[in-house]
């Protein structure tokens, strides 16, 4: 089993910053791919970042990059995400996810991934 918390969710002004953590428990964190997704109200959950078990490569959806950064560290069990240059339309709840059997380092779709946190919620108000 593996348990996923995220924090550091908010309000903030178009333009500000704001970094999530996801900490995980369980399993063995550094053999998972780790991923962020959001979710704004009535649309489906969309993928925004995910990060390699090491951390050395990472892919980000193209309405976030440049702006967005997915790190982690091993040694505490967690992941980041920095969000910088914060826009609306970013307003979502935000969900980390692990994907505990990865078959491929680029895992965009949430079919992908095996466990979720119960998600943060970020308001960008303009």
């Known amino acids: 089993q593996v348990q996923l918390v995220e924090s550091g969710g908010g309000l903030v002004q178009a333009g500000g910053s704001l970094r999530l953590s996801c900490a995980a428990s369980?399993?063995?964190?550094?053999?998972?791919?780790v991923g962020w997704f959001r979710q704004a109200p009535g649309k489906e959950r969309e993928f925004v970042a995910t990060?390699?078990?090491?951390?050395?490569?990472?892919y980000y959806a193209d309405s976030v990059k440049g702006r967005f950064t997915i790190s982690r560290d091993n040694t505490k069990n967690t992941v980041y995400l920095q969000m910088n240059n914060l826009k609306p339309e970013d307003t979502a709840i935000y969900y980390c996810?692990?994907?505990?059997?990865?078959?491929?380092?680029?895992?965009?779709?949430?079919?992908?991934?095996?466990?979720w946190g119960e998600g943060t919620q970020v308001t960008v108000s303009s």
């Open positions: 369980g399993r063995t964190f550094s053999r998972y791919i």
């Open positions: 996810a692990a994907d505990t059997a990865p078959i491929s380092l680029r895992a965009t779709r949430t079919e992908e991934y095996d466990y």
């Open positions: 990060i390699s078990w090491s951390g050395g490569v990472t």
